[in-house]
């Protein structure tokens, strides 16, 4: 290439700019074990406020007129956070033909931003035992009541994760408590749990505590989590061995993903930009910004091993 001129760097920066855009396209199903656990929440402004959580009123039989309930006043308040990477291209990679290596980096800006978001989602969920949930405690505690909820109890201590018995026996107590969870009326929710969520560490004990039994029989716990609806996450860090029960059919999940900014190509390669001309170097890069949160803590069970 004879010279890098404005012209060349616009040029550089279109084809850059549709081979990230593809990407986030191509790449969209990493996210497919977020979206199954995660609730996407929209965002317009620094914080979310979601004082409209709490669960919508039972439909009763109308007899005088209309039973009207607002939502419990609850306050819970994400800030989101800005996320970036870069991407440093020396002039004299242009001026040589050598942009071939370049595109395989910027799609996988694009990765980067997919794992940033996986990464967020599932490393809040294994903290859950120490951080807040809307309603003021811990995402998973053994005794809260959220207005008329009665006693719930989303924390299970045990053996339940040493053998595939004990899988078993911590999939039945899950089902048991999950299903008595009652909604902020006092009425039972009738959730039931369709998703495990573990360590690699306990992905093989527990995908063969769901296998068929003798003579290829389903095993009742197969017909609560279907094995496919296992999901290994390596961000479940904090003790190896616990993992967690989620009901993911409500539409306020277990965990919120609030998107205030959807991924965006940026660049930082003007001929008189400052780095340009001292440098010679030209940057690229992905901007977004959001946050995540917990949702109801009625929709998850954690198993904690003793």
């Not at 003021?136 to 053998?163: E, P």
């Not at 999901?231 to 993903?257: N, R």
């Not at 940026?266 to 001292?278: E, W």
């Amino acid at each position: 290439m004879g010279n890098v001129n404005s012209d060349v760097l616009a040029g550089l920066r279109t084809n850059f700019q549709a081979i990230f855009n593809k990407a986030l396209g191509d790449n969209a199903s990493m996210l497919t074990d977020v979206t199954k656990i995660a609730t996407e929440i929209p965002s317009s402004s620094e914080k979310e406020s979601l004082n409209w959580f709490g669960i919508t009123p039972s439909l009763t039989e109308w007899k005088d007129k209309r039973q009207m309930n607002g939502l419990l006043p609850y306050t819970y308040t994400l800030t989101n956070r800005d996320w970036a990477n870069g991407l440093e291209v020396d002039r004299d990679a242009i001026l040589d033909d050598k942009l071939s290596m370049l595109p395989p980096r910027i799609r996988s800006m694009t990765k980067a931003y997919y794992r940033a978001v996986i990464r967020e989602v599932f490393s809040l969920l294994d903290k859950g035992a120490s951080t807040k949930a809307y309603d003021g405690g811990n995402m998973f505690a053994t005794s809260r009541t959220i207005a008329k909820s009665g006693t719930i109890n989303n924390y299970l201590s045990g053996n339940y994760s040493d053998s595939e018995t004990e899988v078993r026996q911590a999939i039945s107590d899950g089902v048991a408590a999950m299903t008595s969870f009652c909604d902020d009326w006092g009425e039972p929710l009738n959730l039931m749990p369709d998703t495990i969520v573990c360590s690699p560490a306990m992905t093989l004990t527990i995908q063969q505590a769901l296998r068929p039994g003798v003579a290829g029989v389903i095993r009742p716990e197969a017909q609560v989590v279907n094995p496919n609806n296992v999901i290994t996450s390596p961000w479940l860090k904090t003790t190896a061995k616990d993992w967690f029960l989620l009901c993911t059919s409500e539409e306020i999940k277990p965990v919120v993903f609030v998107n205030r900014q959807a991924p965006q190509f940026a660049s930082l390669d003007n001929i008189t930009d400052h780095d340009a001309f001292m440098m010679k170097k030209y940057y690229y890069g992905c901007d977004a910004r959001f946050v995540t949160g917990f949702g109801d803590p009625r929709t998850a069970v954690m198993f904690h091993n003793t």
